[in-house]
């Protein structure tokens, strides 16, 4: 069978704390013919002499550095110094099982297909949880395109999305991966996402396997979970890039809820945490209920979602800052 070089390709910025439990399990995968690309984007800590001292170890692992010029740049920076025939991506923070590399290949190559992806855990305080996701098997053609319009943005069934939107948990063909990583360029906010719905829309063909065989790890220096003021902007700017390579419109059924689910996290998840009282919350959600993006979504008449969410959404259409501020105020209070 044919053995082919799968590059994994690690972008690294301020991490060492995690880094030794990421590479220990790239350099102990099952199958050999790797090369690892440890590409440091300006980190402040250890980072880039922990991956020197893996190096120093294993001849398989190249490493890079760079000033900071944010994960986009690095991935790409990082993939044009790689050769493999499939090329992968594993966050800095986050580790895989040791079969990781050989399970996704061996799907590769029985099914014949551009793109694989794989199921993940999310960890929290060391606490392994599966992340339930009813689309998997071969999707090619018009099963394809109902991934994306299906699974995408939003499953009715699990009430997230139906296939994981990160490039991690993915092995690409090497022909696939530049135009994926430039859909994501200049977006710091949903850079994978862009990449993951470019990369549906290019390839021929995906298998979708049920192995969990990734661990993304959540911790609260992550970009994606931290409130700051240019967040809607951020979100903003990737809901306009998905319009951009939806040009079959595939997205467009459940662009609302994504809409919403997405508002309610920037608010109820992170902004209710960072805000002191009442007035800094309302001007900043005031500033969101005026953006001129959203101004058909907040024209919909109501959205098929959770009675709560059907409520948030109501009190933002409607303008009613403090009721909605002490709706949530009692959801956490609940919780």
């Keep these: 069978m044919h053995n082919p070089l799968v590059s994994i390709i690690v972008p690294v910025y301020n991490a060492s704390k995690f880094l030794n439990v990421c590479i220990k399990t790239l350099v102990e995968q099952t199958y050999k013919n790797i090369e690892i690309i440890l590409f440091d984007d300006g980190s402040k800590d250890s980072s880039f002499e922990v991956c020197k001292t893996w190096a120093e170890k294993d001849k ?15 991935r790409l920076n990082a993939f044009e110094k790689s050769v493999g025939e499939y090329v992968t ?48 098997g071969l999707y090619e053609g018009k099963s394809k395109d109902d991934l994306i319009e299906n699974a995408f943005l939003y499953d009715k069934q699990t009430q997230t999305t139906g296939i994981t939107v990160y490039l991690c948990t993915k092995l690409i063909k090497r022909e696939f991966v530049r135009k994926t990583l430039q859909a994501g360029l200049n977006l710091w906010y949903g850079e994978d996402q862009a990449g993951v719905l470019q990369l549906l829309y290019d390839c021929g063909s995906v298998y979708v396997s049920d192995d969990y065989t990734y ?80 101004k058909d979504f907040f024209a919909l008449k109501s959205l098929p979602l959770s009675m709560k969410m059907r409520i948030e959404f109501s009190l933002l259409k409607h303008k009613l800052f403090f009721c909605l501020y002490l709706f949530l105020l009692l959801l956490n209070k609940i919780r």
């Design 60 to 74: 398989r692992i190249k490493t890079y550095t760079q000033e900071n010029q944010g994960v986009s740049i690095t």
């Design 89 to 136: 991506f594993v966050d800095s923070d986050d580790y895989v099982e040791t079969s990781y590399i050989e399970k996704m290949l061996s799907y590769a190559q029985k099914y014949n297909v551009d793109v694989v992806s794989s199921q993940h855990y999310s960890v929290i305080d060391n606490q392994k949880h599966k992340v339930i996701r009813k689309y998997v």
């Design 215 to 294: 661990y993304y790890v959540i911790h609260n220096s992550q970009v994606t979970s931290i409130y700051k003021d240019n967040l809607l902007q951020g979100q903003i700017e990737c809901w306009k890039r998905l319009k951009e390579i939806d040009y079959k419109h595939l997205l467009d059924k459940y662009f609302p809820i994504r809409i919403m689910l997405n508002l309610n996290n920037i608010i109820s998840n992170k902004l209710l945490k960072h805000v002191h009282k009442f007035s800094e919350f309302k001007d900043k959600v005031k500033t969101i209920r005026n953006e001129e993006f959203l």
